[in-house]
């Protein structure tokens, strides 16, 4: 839903409650940080504007990471980011352990993350993060996260240490690989936005076990560790890939959360008397490590309703959807609604083109 918002925004919408009726459930911020947080650009991510959707290749493409240009940033901060925040809050509360899991994360490469985390927020933004004092001041959720000397976390009673802190203040979620010798392993998951996958499923697993059942990764699954060790050599490198959601939120945790009943929790079909339809991307970026063979991986979720795509956009995602192999489409959920999506596509490029006209 967060990144629906600035889509809107950027089309002349003022009305988003027409939209999102939660919207006004959101604590308020400070007027000044809200303000400030209104100006920023928005970003928009249109990978499927390319008519082809293909997995037999990574799709990585080299970042060269800076903090003065938005869209080379590690992290993205954006006028949605209260929404970001609620959706971790929701986490939390429900049960953390959920969604922030370690297995074997050495305190050294920990150490290393925290330490980049903190440097590339205090640089990029630095009227919302600094550091100072062995305190790291985060104006945007009012947190003060108070460090020792070995930059742990003194104790906090809402997180668990300061890797979990540092997630908490980021609309990305984030993982980290590690390489020992020939052998690699998803060490961290923090992830509060997972799409249909469930983070107790993929930690502690090699990145041929987390891709097991991805069409079209076989021959990436058989030769990776190349792949993987090249990246951790590397600065920074991105990719984008997408889906299709008939809802606006976040979460997708195959296990409902415990207020909510387990039949209530899965996405509706999409329909045609009523089409609700959001193009999912997400900004996938990884970042090498090479003092402690470690990638971390951030991963950034924008939604987009299908409904305000322009023409550019509507043509792409047909065609990329009609691209799509039977393999792929079960993968993703939409081999029974493909078709009427595209009937509903076609009528929407009909539309835009007889505005036109």
């Not at 987390?210 to 058989?222: E, K, W």
Request: aromatic share 10%; glycine share 4%.
């Amino acid at each position: 839903m967060a990144c629906v918002l600035l889509f809107f925004a950027v089309r002349g919408e003022t009305d988003l409650r027409k939209f999102f009726p939660t919207i006004g459930k959101i604590p308020p911020m400070n007027p000044a940080i809200q303000d400030h947080l209104s100006r920023l650009p928005v970003l928009r991510y249109f990978p499927f504007e390319s008519g082809k959707y293909d997995v037999s290749t990574p799709g990585l493409f080299h970042l060269q990471v800076e903090t003065e240009t938005p869209e080379k940033r590690l992290f993205q901060i954006d006028q949605s980011y209260p929404l970001y925040l609620q959706n971790k809050a929701h986490c939390r509360q429900e049960n953390i352990n959920k969604y922030y899991l370690e297995q074997d994360l050495d305190t050294a490469c920990q150490r290393l993350v925290n330490q980049t985390i903190v440097d590339h927020l205090c640089r990029a933004y630095p009227q919302w993060f600094q550091f100072e004092q062995q305190s790291l001041n985060c104006s945007l959720s009012g947190d003060q996260l108070k460090l020792s000397a070995k930059f742990e976390l003194q104790e906090h009673p809402l997180y668990l240490n300061l890797f979990d802190a540092l997630a908490s203040q980021l609309q990305e979620d984030l993982a980290i690989w590690q390489l020992q010798g020939d052998r690699d392993s998803l060490v961290a998951l923090h992830v509060c936005a997972p799409n249909f996958w469930a983070p107790a499923e993929k930690i502690g697993k090699t990145f041929a076990e987390v891709h097991q059942h991805v069409p079209g990764m076989a021959a990436q699954r058989g030769n990776y560790l190349p792949m993987l060790k090249g990246l951790i050599q590397k600065p920074a490198f991105c990719r984008f890939i997408w889906d299709l959601n008939t809802s606006s939120r976040l979460n997708h945790h195959p296990l409902a959360p415990v207020d909510i009943l387990p039949e209530n929790w899965p996405l509706p079909p999409f329909s045609l008397a009523a089409p609700e339809l959001y193009v999912r991307v997400e900004r996938q970026l990884l970042c090498g490590l090479p003092a402690c063979q470690a990638v971390l991986f951030a991963i950034r979720t924008y939604l987009y309703p299908v409904q305000a795509l322009d023409l550019a956009g509507l043509q792409g995602l047909a065609s990329a959807l009609q691209s799509m192999p039977p393999a792929l489409l079960e993968y993703k959920n939409l081999a029974d609604s493909r078709e009427a999506i595209q009937s509903w596509l076609k009528q929407l490029i009909a539309q835009k083109r007889a505005t036109f006209a």
